[in-house]
């Protein structure tokens, strides 16, 4: 009876990854990172004289070397920061480890872009911030 009168309880809401995001995830799986990060920061303030930075390729690198052939990616989480601007927490899968990735996007004239990424091998750097913040419905 009560729950004729307040009705079943609501699914949780899930906020999607900016399509960029999602679209370079899909890159890394089936072309490496060398191709997730060029989709990543097409139209991106992160890339200089038309190059990412050297930076960016190193860590991914890094992480290759540690554990292999990328082999696809979990999201953990998409924290919005207002209208604009949003937080991706993901995991990187490789052959034999993960990678832990955060990406910050900022919706632009319509069309998100990425403005920031994280990287480590090392899943405190990156998920503490992510399981300090509660979640948002």
């Known amino acids: 009876m009560i729950t004729a009168l307040l009705g079943t309880p609501a699914a949780a809401q899930t906020v999607s990854a900016p399509a960029v995001v999602q679209a ?3 890159s890394f799986a089936a072309s490496g990172y060398r191709v997730a990060i060029s989709v990543w920061l097409k139209d991106s303030p992160l890339v200089k004289d038309g190059a990412p930075h050297q930076t960016v390729l ?3 690198q890094k992480l290759q070397d540690d554990f292999g052939t990328p082999r696809g990616s979990e ?3 998409v ?3 207002g ?3 949003a937080r991706v927490y993901a995991i990187l899968l490789f052959q034999s480890g993960p990678g832990y990735l ?6 632009s004239n319509s069309t ?3 403005t920031g990424f994280t990287i480590s091998g090392k899943p405190d750097v990156l998920l503490t911030a992510m399981l300090a913040k509660p979640e948002t419905k």
């Open 79 to 81: 924290l919005p920061l």
């Open 24 to 26: 370079g995830l899909d």
């Open 102 to 107: 955060t990406v910050d996007c900022y919706l």
């Open 58 to 60: 190193d860590e991914f």
């Open 83 to 85: 209208s604009k601007v």
């Open 112 to 114: 998100w872009i990425v």
């Open 75 to 77: 999201i953990l989480r």
